[in-house]
């Protein structure tokens, strides 16, 4: 039981380059969110999934795309990246009850844009 | 205007002190979380509580949902607590405050 992983964990880019991150979840949850962070800002939902099937936008979901690609897999797509989406991205899968040292978020990915 | 404001955004303390770091929200919500996240960059969630009082081990967190407000404690606190704690609140979505950095000094 991996929980939530994500690939890749560092990813350096070009401006306009295109790139998508991997996040698959093995705790067979509905719920699968993508969140950057960025210094000094708490973390920003940029796009979430309710459901297999289902996407809706977050707080900042301008030069994303995403897909759930089935109940367990939730993908972030830059279609053209470009440098103010250098950040931390963490995709993570809320668990529902609460336990000591429960991990619900993926190890993130550090990506920069140049 | 930030949903969840934790205070303070940074911490020193000596090893063995007792730490409080509060957090405070705006929101109406279902749940609050205590994260942790280490420099390594992982994030941990330590609590999820909606009324009262949790502990495990040396952490304390409580919540007073008529103020809206919470608290995490480290008692004895060591040198590997050092990390960054994140309050985040669950209404309809989940809103996160911009966390709190403590370093343990030896």
């Known amino acids: 039981n991996a929980g939530v992983t994500q690939t890749p964990k560092f990813q350096v880019l070009k401006t306009g380059q295109s790139m998508t991150l991997q996040c698959a979840q093995d705790m067979n949850h509905n719920s699968m969110y993508w969140y950057r962070q960025d210094p000094g800002m708490g973390l920003r939902l940029i796009y979430y999934?309710?459901?297999?099937?289902?996407?809706d936008k977050g707080e900042v979901p301008n030069g994303y795309n995403v897909s759930r690609l089935n109940k367990r897999e939730f993908s972030l797509r830059l279609e053209s990246a470009a440098p103010s989406q250098t950040s931390v991205y963490f995709c993570?899968?809320?668990?529902?009850?609460?336990?000591?040292?429960?991990?619900?978020f993926g190890p993130g990915t550090r990506l920069t844009v140049l | 205007k930030n949903e969840v404001e934790q205070s303070p955004q940074n911490l020193t303390a000596q090893e063995g002190e007792f730490i409080t770091i509060n957090c405070s929200y705006s929101?109406?919500?279902?749940?609050l979380h205590w994260l942790q996240q280490h420099p390594g960059g992982g994030i941990v969630s330590l609590f999820m509580?909606?009324?009262g009082k949790k502990k495990h081990g040396r952490l304390i967190a409580t919540i007073n949902i008529q103020e809206k407000h919470s608290s995490l404690h480290i008692t004895a606190s060591h040198p590997r607590d050092s990390a960054v704690y994140i309050c985040a609140v669950t209404g309809n979505q989940f809103y996160f405050g911009t966390g709190t950095s403590l370093t343990v000094i030896p």
């Open positions: 999934s309710a459901s297999e099937g289902t996407t």
């Open positions: 993570a899968s809320p668990i529902a009850g609460g336990s000591y040292n429960e991990q619900f």
């Open positions: 929101v109406g919500i279902s749940a």
């Open positions: 509580l909606s009324s």
